[in-house]
């Protein structure tokens, strides 16, 4: 696959912004744009790098995963799972609503 | 690229203004693991205890918590993947699927998109009224399930249970192979079934174990294909068919309008029996999936497979052939009576020893008649299956006959009782002293003499006398026997 | 009594076993020193009262025969590791008071043996910076200075800093592209990142899981040994922690080099570089081969690759990793029109410039379309970068390096200049990529008298030759330069 054109506009960074979670004013985008574009611009030189038929390298540690027993040794701690709740209520994280 | 080769039966057309149309659909199973705790916590996993109690640290999103997977959730999905005739991958891997909401506390589900468990496979349904059909599995991953919000405790807010949070799902996906809505439920029928038999999902549908997730598209019959919508979490048989209808009748709709369909994900209204858009969301979803850096592949020895199919119960297609030969019934029934571990184990109990035939028609005729008519599983059937077994017995020794067996069956049923409780207790003991029938025959001819006469020219009024005899004996009377004699005293 | 703050945490350990101070009293003394060293910021938490309660247990525990790896000595621990009850922000606004139910897994390791937590030291915001300007309690200030304040490095630049300045006597840190190393050599102290997998992530706020690994920051090489020795170890509640047996450590610091093979990799001769750094590399060079090493010249072709290889893995786990700081069940949350826009007001507000643009870049190089180009692409950039390590395993047993490619620098110098604040990182990253073991010594002045260091890169699991070398090393450079204690 061929490197991408790395041309991040406004309305990309608005897209990846969302994506995100991170609202950006408005007069923010161009900005942003500008310096991702700076970061992606340097990144392009690992196009010079030969991959091919290269395995990615997800991990440094070359083992399988570890598999634990089918126990249950956790849970009935609601008291500290909700204790850090910005808002919690008859023992339900409150949180604003998810529907219309 | 999917090329839907089969074309549909003429019968599951739909007819629209423009002509006919044929349905194409695939599904997504979402099948909970019987597991004691979650995927990748220690918390436990039961349904229907109070919010947030079964939650770890893990399964809260906490900063710096790590998943370990559950090797029996690993076992399982190896179990269910054989159980679908379906290539166990021995280098699986888990990724991250990236999207924000409330009830996903990490802000990604941990899934298995590139690498899964289980690859290709197949299964054989059995349609109401039709051929079998297979269908083919595309694959099944692991994955963890989020939580659930609460929408209905506050007007301005949502409450939220990460109970459900990390519990592992085995998500099975089919080809999109079926062409009707028999077909779809029939096929998660068949899944539950299965997953039954192996032990690796309770397939309770009502408390969500087992969902599906429903893709319907149109075609002309054999022609070029649709768009398809995704009818999200449909959780009953029932509902799978009446989605499917009406999704199907509204793409037709739609298309014979002159619209298109949009590629959208739609829920189904189990109140109203239709199926809605779910509110649009603002952008595309972009998962953004990579390998979960916390958790490194699974690699998994051909000798955890291979035990793990050395130790297989007998499944659903296996148990229907054996019963076919066994007990010699037709393959309709044996497909019915091997539908479910429990269903399964009745019969063979029932019948085991016995003529097969006979007890298949007791067990998916009265005993399904009475169950349905009580609205009763067959878990909480009043007669067991030895029960039902000694009344066959009593039958196949002539100490009844087949119609005093029903009465005896309705008492069973009511009270509960070994057959031969109640033919005793009853008296309902079949008469075969032959002397006695005799004599029973002589009253009978005795007093009806203009009858003598005319079955003497036509046998078929035989049924007459035999008629009275059983009368007067209360039913108890040997039919064979009533008939033999009166046949010998009329001369026929 | 001499001055408790200017020992060693090994001569700490063997004084109070002789008995010529307690817990308390050198507890007391550095926590004197701590509320000096105030303009230094490199606390975000102090737990000053706790450390008392501790140092006295850890006395009465010394008193009934039972001593620890670390028993009763006074550290800071990074604010990048959860500890129970007491808050734990990871420099950022968004965890607001967040205070852990729970204890990371390397901290629980050394509570049980016997250390006595000063309180939770400054970093970059969730350890994302090389300079420490990106924490949002301030940056910390280098005890090393020079007309103009100096940043000590990042992201442990508050472990850094507490251990130059005598204020801890050793200190927790982590690392993810050269966040121990870094400030190390810009503070002159030694900091050691071991062998992914060495010590548990568990419980610790995470930012690249891949690449991030804990290790110490500490006054000599011998005692980075005995901060590792006791926070490493096997976990089961992380999945990359290794089941293996810690070395002999401690031993090894004193071990001799005579016939080690050290390789010296060309490619780190790089454009820009002061001649300072390459000359202290020469004579890093000459120091080896006296104490009886043989020099082996070897190659890293893909050494330049692995910065912009880095800054496509570490945002694209980061931008995941940091998914869960969404104000719904900790942390602060701002309050928008609705869910989305509370979303993106609460992550808007709690992260700060430099998080939010390693979570773009990360959320770009993962989507669809580009995911190929830039996520798989860096991780095969990756496999190529640890290739070039096993080959240079064939000739040579260890690499030595400079740490650095600059001395300390002025803060506010590079922090509108992300590439070159990132070059920073242009020798240490690699380890990271390749998951080896590498730690940083300090070995000279430059002619400001900053302190600079020199790194030795080990093989995998290999952490023996690694701190043999680095013994060797420090002997050899005799660092014994500190900072004048101009914030007193």
Known sequence: MSAPEHGVDAETVRKIARLSRLHVDEDRLEPLAQELNGILGWIEQLNEVDVEGVEPMTSAVDVSAPLRADEITDGGIRDAVLANAPKKDSGFYVVPRSVE | ???????????????????????????????????????????????????????????????????????????????????????????????????????????????????????????????????????????????????????????????????????????????????????????????????????????????????????????????????????????????????????????????????????????????????????????????????????????????????????????????????????????????????????????????????????????????FGALNKEGKDLEDSPVSAENLGGLLDRIADKTISGKIAKTVFEKMFEGGGTADDIIESEGLKQVTDMGAIEAMVQEALDANPAQVEKAKLNPKLLGFFVGQVMKASGGKANPQAVNQILREKLGL | MSDLTQLTLESALGGMAAGDFTSEEITIAHIDACMEAADLNAFITNTFELAIDQAKASDARRAKGAVGKLEGAPLGVKDLFCTEGVKTTAASQILGDFKPPYESSVTTNMKADGMVMLGKLNLDEFAMGSSNETSSYGNVVNPWKKNEELVPGGSSGGSAAAVAADICLGATATDTGGSIRQPASFTGTVGIKPTYGRCSRFGIVAFASSLDQAGPIAKTVKDSAILLDSMAGYDPKDSTSLNVDNGDWI??????????????????????????????????????????????????????????????????????????????????????????????????????????????????????????????????????????????????????????????????????????????????????????????????????????????????????????????????????????????
Request: some cysteine; proline content about 5%; glycine content about 8%.
């Open chain 3, 251 to 488: 031993a090894s610091c004193e071990k001799s080099i005579k016939g080690m093979r050290i390789g010296i990799p060309k490619e780190y001769t790089v454009d820009g570089m002061p001649a300072e750094i390459q000359s202290l590399w020469d004579q890093g060079v000459e120091w080896m081969k006296d104490a009886g090493a043989e020099i082996v010249p070897v190659s890293l072709p893909h050494t330049k690759y692995a910065l912009p290889a880095y800054y496509i893995v570490a945002p694209a786990e980061a931008s995941s990793n940091l998914a869960r700081y969404d104000g719904m069940r900790y942390g602060a949350r701002v309050d928008g029109e609705n869910l989305n826009d509370t979303y993106e007001r609460t992550r808007a507000a709690g992260f700060g410039p430099e998080v939010q643009r390693r979570i773009m870049i990360g959320t770009y190089v993962l989507s669809a379309g580009y995911y190929d180009a830039y996520y798989l692409r860096a991780q095969k950039v990756r496999t190529r970068i640890a290739e070039d390590f096993k080959n240079a395993w064939e000739s040579c047993d260890a690499l030595l390096t400079p740490t650095c490619p600059s001395a300390p620098f002025a803060i506010g110098r590079k922090v509108n200049d992300p590439i070159t604040m990132y070059l920073n990182d242009i020798f240490t990253v690699t380890a990271n990529l390749a998951g080896l073991p590498g730690i940083s010594v300090p070995a000279a002045l430059d002619k400001n008298g900053l302190p600079l260091g020199l790194q030795i890169i080990g093989k995998a699991l290999d952490e023996d030759t690694v701190f043999a070398a680095a013994g060797a090393l420090e002997k050899a450079a005799n660092f014994t330069a500190k900072p004048e204690k101009w914030w007193t």
């Open chain 2, 1 to 367: 690229m999917f090329t839907a080769e089969r074309v549909a039966d003429k019968k599951d057309w739909m007819s629209g203004e423009t002509g006919d149309w044929e349905l194409i659909i695939g599904l997504e199973v979402h099948a909970q693991v019987a597991s004691n705790s979650k995927l990748f916590s220690g918390a436990a996993t039961e349904y229907g205890a109070d919010p947030n109690t079964q939650v770890s640290l893990v399964d809260a999103g906490m900063p710096g918590m790590l998943p370990v997977i559950n090797e029996f959730c690993v076992e399982q999905a190896v179990r269910t993947g054989l159980g679908l005739n379906a290539k166990i991958n021995l280098f699986s891997r888990f990724d991250r699927k990236n999207y924000f909401y409330v009830d996903l506390p990490q802000g990604y589900q941990i899934s298995q998109f590139e690498h899964p468990i289980v690859g290709e496979g197949e299964i054989e349904i059995q349609p109401e009224d039709s051929d079998a059909v297979t269908v083919g599995i595309e694959r099944l991953h692991l994955e963890q399930d989020a939580g659930k919000s609460v929408h209905d405790l506050s007007p301005t807010e949502t409450y939220v249970d990460l109970n459900r949070s990390g519990v592992a799902l085995m998500e099975i996906v089919s080809k999109p192979d079926m062409r009707s809505p028999e077909e779809a439920s029939a096929y998660v029928d068949k899944l539950r079934g299965i997953v039954r038999a192996l032990g690796t999902c309770d397939g309770d549908m009502e408390k969500g174990n087992l969902r599906a997730d429903v893709n319907v598209s149109v075609r002309k019959p054999g022609g070029e294909l649709g768009t398809r919508c995704e009818i999200k979490n449909v959780n009953s048989l029932r509902f799978i068919r009446e989605a499917i209808r009406y999704e199907a009748r509204r793409q037709i709709e739609i298309i014979e309008t002159g619209g298109t369909i949009d590629q959208e994900t739609r829920l189904f209204d189990s109140v109203k029996g239709e199926t809605r858009s779910m509110r649009s969301k603002e952008d595309a979803h972009d998962y953004r999936y990579f390998p979960d850096p916390d958790l490194l592949p699974l690699n998994l020895e051909q000798s955890f497979v291979d035990g793990i199919k050395a130790n297989l119960p007998e499944l659903p297609d296996a148990r229907k052939a054996r019963f076919i030969a066994e007990f010699g019934i037709p393959a309709y029934d044996a497909g019915v009576l091997t539908a479910d571990k429990v269903t399964g184990d009745y019969y063979e109990t029932a019948a085991k020893g016995r003529d097969g035939k006979i007890a298949a028609n007791w067990v998916m005729g009265e005993l």
